[in-house]
């Protein structure tokens, strides 16, 4: 089992930066990537980034060149550096993580964080 916590959420103005971790315990050598989504206000849950053990990044237009994720294995945390944030950067932010078993039969499984909300004002 992998439990999933996230935390650095809350509320900037335009323009200014916010650090997002995500703390993952249990066992956590099966994960493969892991990464961030976010749901805005009255919308869907939407990718944001993700990152593979191997340490591949992936973005949605809507961050690249703001947005960086970023992962410490030895913590076993990843992070979320935002920056240059926008009012549409409002959301609830999840940590995701998805991987397989390490014992057989190896099933696959991915977990969600609680989610923490990021509030930007224009």
């Known amino acids: 089992q992998v439990q999933l916590v996230e935390s650095g959420g809350g509320f900037v103005q335009a323009g200014g930066s916010l650090r997002l971790s995500c703390a993952a315990s249990?066992?956590?050598?099966?994960?493969?990537?892991m990464g961030w989504y976010r749901r805005p206000p009255g919308q869907q849950r939407d990718l944001v980034a993700t990152i593979s053990t191997h340490g591949v990044t992936n973005y949605a237009d809507s961050v690249k060149g703001r947005f960086t994720i970023s992962r410490d294995s030895a913590k076993n945390t990843m992070y979320l550096q935002s920056d240059s944030l926008k009012p549409e950067d409002t959301a609830v932010y999840y940590c995701n993580a998805a991987g397989y078993g390490i014992t057989w039969p190896h099933e696959f499984f991915e977990v969600w964080g609680q989610g923490t909300l990021v509030t930007v004002s224009s």
């Open positions: 249990g066992i956590t050598s099966g994960i493969n990537v």
